[in-house]
C-alpha cells in the first residue's frame, strides 16, 4: 500500500480516484457492474474532457489513478490519455480485459507510454471456472499471458479477484494460483449485486469472514501486498486479530512494509466518497463504481468541488450518519461498512453493512430492542 496514504486528508482529496474510460466491453462478465455491452457509449467523455480530468487529478496530487471500463483498450486514445498523464506526472494503473484486443504488443506499447501497473481481473482458478465467470472462453489463458508480457517487460502487476458464492469453493486454489504468479498486488473485491450482479451470489456474513481468515494468513507470508475492496470490515478483522494474537503472544513478524501497511491502513476508514472518487464514462461521479448516486458531473463542476462540497459526499464521509449496527460500532471510524453493499440492499447508503458478523458492544437490534420495550409495557400494565 502507498505510504501516502496517511498524508491525505479524505475531506480535501482522495486517496485512490477511477476514471471509467468507456463502458464498451467484448466479455460478459456475470457480475459486471458496469453492466458493460460491446460499444461506446456516444456520450463518453472526448479526449480533451479527459485530459482536462487529468489536469484535475494532477492538481489534487491524487496519488493513485485508475483507467478502467468497460475495456479501456476499446478506446482508440489510450495511449494519448497515459502519455498525457505521464507528462503532467500522474501514475497510471489499467484494468484491460483479457480479450483478444490484449496483445504482447499492446502491453509493451502501454508501457512504453508509461503505464505504472497493469491489473488483470482472476476470479477462478481454472480455465473452466475462470472462462465461465467471465462469458469468453480463452480468457484464463489471455490473463496468464498478460501477466507473463508484463513480468517479461518489468511492468508491475496487480490481479483482481471478486469473491462470491460461484468461486468461494475455490479459494484455496486461488491462493495457490496467486502465489505462484509474479504479482504485485491480489485486490480482494467483495461482490456487490449491482449491475449485473445477483443477489443469490453475494456471500453471507460468515463466508466474508472465511475468505479474511484466508487472505489475513496469506499475507504474512506472501511476497506481495493484499488488499479489499468493499469489504471495510477486513480492518476489523485484522484490528482484532491484533489484539488476539498480542494477548497470545503470537503476534506475526511481519516483513516491515508490510507492517506498516496493516497498520497504516487499518486506522484510515477510506470507504466510498471517502478517500474514494470514480467518474463515470460520462463525467458522473460517483463514490464509488458500486454506489451508483452521483454527486454531480465533471462536465459542469471541478472534481474537487463535487468531492469536497457535494452533500452526498459530505453525508459519506460523516460517521455519525451511520445507521443500525455501524453507526453503534466502536470500529465505524476505520471501517463503516460498505455503503456501497449497504445502498444495494437497502436504498439506503447509511444503512449498516449486511454482511458484518460483528455485532458492537452493547448494541441492541431495533426488532429486539422493540420487543423489549413492548414486554417493558406489558409487564408494567
Ligand atoms: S471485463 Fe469488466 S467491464 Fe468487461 S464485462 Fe467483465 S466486469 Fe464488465
Ligand atoms: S458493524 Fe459496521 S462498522 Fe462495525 S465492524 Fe461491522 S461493518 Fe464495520
Request: glycine share 8%; aromatic share 8%.
Amino acid at each position: 500500500m502507498n505510504p501516502l496514504i496517511s498524508t491525505v486528508d479524505f475531506n480535501e482529496r482522495p486517496f485512490i480516484a477511477i476514471w471509467e474510460v468507456t463502458q464498451a466491453c467484448d466479455l460478459a462478465c456475470v457480475h459486471c457492474r458496469a453492466s458493460a455491452q460491446p460499444d461506446r457509449h456516444p456520450m463518453e467523455l472526448s479526449t480533451e474532457e479527459g485530459k482536462d480530468l487529468i489536469d484535475q487529478i494532477a492538481a489534487l496530487k491524487v496519488p493513485v489513478f485508475v483507467l478502467t471500463g468497460g475495456d479501456p483498450i476499446k478506446r482508440p486514445d489510450l495511449f494519448e490519455l497515459i502519455d498525457y498523464a505521464r507528462s503532467v506526472e500522474v501514475r497510471v494503473s489499467l484494468t484491460p480485459s483479457a480479450t483478444p484486443l490484449l496483445t504482447r504488443e499492446v502491453v509493451v506499447r502501454l508501457k512504453t507510454a508509461g503505464l505504472a501497473r497493469l491489473a488483470v481481473s482472476m476470479d477462478g482458478a481454472s480455465a473452466e471456472t475462470h472462462d465461465a465467470f467471465r462469458g469468453m472462453s480463452g480468457s484464463f489463458a489471455r490473463t496468464l499471458d498478460a501477466v507473463r508480457w508484463a513480468n517479461e517487460i518489468g511492468l508491475p502487476v496487480q490481479i483482481n479477484t471478486t469473491f462470491s458464492r460461484r468461486n468461494i469453493a475455490e479459494i484455496d486454489d486461488l491462493v495457490a494460483l496467486m502465489d505462484s504468479l509474479k504479482i504485485t498486488l491480489w485486490s480482494v473485491f467483495f461482490l456487490v449485486p449491482t449491475g449485473r450482479g445477483k443477489l443469490n451470489d453475494l456471500l453471507n456474513a460468515e463466508e466474508f469472514e472465511q475468505v479474511f481468515a484466508t487472505i489475513y494468513d496469506l499475507s504474512k507470508k506472501a511476497n506481495f501486498d493484499i488488499k479489499t475492496t468493499e469489504a471495510q470490515h477486513y480492518r476489523r478483522f485484522i484490528l482484532q486479530q491484533g489484539v488476539a494474537e498480542r494477548k497470545a503472544g503470537s503476534a506475526p513478524k511481519l516483513h516491515p512494509d508490510k507492517a506498516a501497511d496493516a497498520i497504516g491502513r487499518a486506522p484510515r476508514g477510506l470507504n466510498d466518497g471517502k478517500g474514494f472518487v470514480f467518474i463515470s464514462h460520462t463525467g458522473e461521479v460517483f463514490p464509488s463504481g458500486f454506489l451508483p448516486l452521483s454527486g454531480g458531473n465533471i462536465r459542469l463542476q471541478e472534481l474537487a468541488v463535487i468531492y469536497r462540497d457535494s452533500p452526498l459526499f459530505q453525508g459519506l464521509r460523516d460517521t455519525s450518519r451511520l445507521e443500525g449496527k455501524c453507526g453503534a460500532c466502536e470500529f465505524k471510524e476505520v471501517c463503516g461498512g460498505s455503503r456501497a453493499r449497504a445502498y444495494s440492499l437497502t436504498g439506503n447508503p447509511n444503512a449498516e453493512e449486511p454482511c458484518c458478523v460483528y455485532v458492537p458492544k452493547g448494541f441492541v437490534p431495533p426488532l429486539q430492542a422493540a420487543r423489549a420495550a413492548t414486554l417493558h409495557v406489558l409487564r408494567r400494565a
